[in-house]
């Protein structure tokens, strides 16, 4: 087993930044991909970044890149997202998952979520 928790999200101006954490922990949380997903008010889940088990790999999708960028620090089993040059379309609630060994294709093939965290992009 493995919980996710993810913290760091709020209101935040156009143009700015957030840097929202996933905290994991339970059995052997440095195995996992961890991949960060979001989901807007009637609107599906879309994936949003992927960093490898060791943090040498990382995908983004085309809307975040060159503003989004994510890491992890294995001895706090901690991954990052920073969120520089926000947009309203960012708004969404912001959710990290672990998919063990690799990042998977898609949402269905993480085996653990966190809670979620709100991210409001709004003057």
């Known amino acids: 087993q493995l919980q996710l928790v993810e913290s760091g999200g709020g209101l935040v101006q156009p143009g700015g930044s957030l840097r929202l954490s996933c905290a994991a922990s339970g059995v052997r949380p440095n195995y996992y991909a961890i991949g960060w997903f979001r989901q807007a008010p009637g609107k599906e889940r879309e994936g949003v970044s992927c960093i490898s088990v060791r943090g040498d790999r990382t995908t983004y999708a085309d809307a975040v890149k060159g503003r989004f960028t994510t890491s992890r620090d294995n001895a706090k089993n901690t991954v990052y997202l920073q969120m520089n040059n926000l947009l309203s379309e960012d708004t969404a609630v912001y959710y990290c998952?672990?998919?063990?060994?690799?990042?998977?294709?898609?949402?269905?093939?993480?085996?653990?979520w966190g809670q979620g965290t709100q991210v409001t992009v709004s003057l």
């Open positions: 998952a672990a998919d063990l060994y690799s990042c998977g294709s898609g949402p269905e093939e993480y085996d653990y």
